[in-house]
């Protein structure tokens, strides 16, 4: 079971980023998966998260009406397009998976993580 980020960078206060987490080994069908961020000195944080098939989606207050998740099952992906980035979202980005679904955008501790990708945004 892998999952993998991708899509971060330097970008502009105002600017955009559509992160990737792709899995390998498994099918993320029955997953809910979620995406969390820790910046430098601050604890990991939930941002968002959807469900499996259903789709229901949960935003973490600080990023709604700017962050948007999505999936593709067929492609196994499931994306994070941020929109409006403030020099706060900078962190390294994490998706994880779990059986169990979402509880909101919360940080309950996922069963599968991959490895961050660094997002930093310039004022």
């Known amino acids: 079971v892998q999952l993998q980020a991708s899509g971060g960078g330097l970008v502009q206060a105002g600017g955009s980023l559509r992160l990737s987490c792709a899995a390998s080994g498994f099918t993320l069908d029955y997953y809910a998966i979620g995406w969390f961020r820790q910046a430098p000195g601050k604890e990991r944080e939930g941002v968002s998260c959807i469900g499996s098939s259903a789709g229901r989606t949960y935003y973490a207050d600080s990023v709604k009406g700017r962050f948007t998740i999505s999936r593709d099952n067929a492609k196994n992906t499931v994306w994070l397009q941020m929109n409006g980035l403030e020099p706060e979202d900078t962190a390294v980005y994490y998706c994880?998976?779990?059986?169990?679904?979402?509880?909101?955008?919360?940080?309950?501790?996922?069963?599968?993580w991959g490895k961050g990708t660094l997002v930093t945004v310039s004022s």
């Open positions: 994880a998976a779990d059986l169990r679904g979402c509880y909101e955008a919360t940080d309950y501790g996922m069963d599968y």
